[in-house]
């Protein structure tokens, strides 16, 4: 597994462990993570992604809408609008 991989599957379980919590606070952000934490929270996929690059580079993070369906569609499904 490589570790863009690792990036992507360790943020998704922490989100989902996290969700309960942040769907009262921030449901309809954008989560930018990196390492299993929320680094900060976004209005747009876009801006986390611009953030989340110029901090990490490519594949140094993820990035997770914080809504109710979450859905693991791996770093770009999640960074570039649908």
């Known amino acids: ?3 863009h991989n690792t990036q992507v599957e360790r943020n998704y379980e922490a989100f989902r462990a996290k969700l309960p919590e942040l769907l009262s606070t921030h449901e309809g952000k954008f989560a930018l ?3 299993g934490e929320i680094v900060d929270f976004f209005d747009t996929a876009m801006d986390a992604y611009t953030v989340g690059k110029k ?3 490519l594949g140094g993070f ?21």
């Open 62 to 82: 993820s990035i997770q809408e914080v809504v109710n369906n979450v859905l693991d569609l791996g770093y770009f499904s999640h960074a570039l609008p649908q």
């Open 55 to 57: 901090e990490f580079g």
């Open 33 to 35: 993570m990196r390492d």
């Open 1 to 3: 597994m490589d570790l």
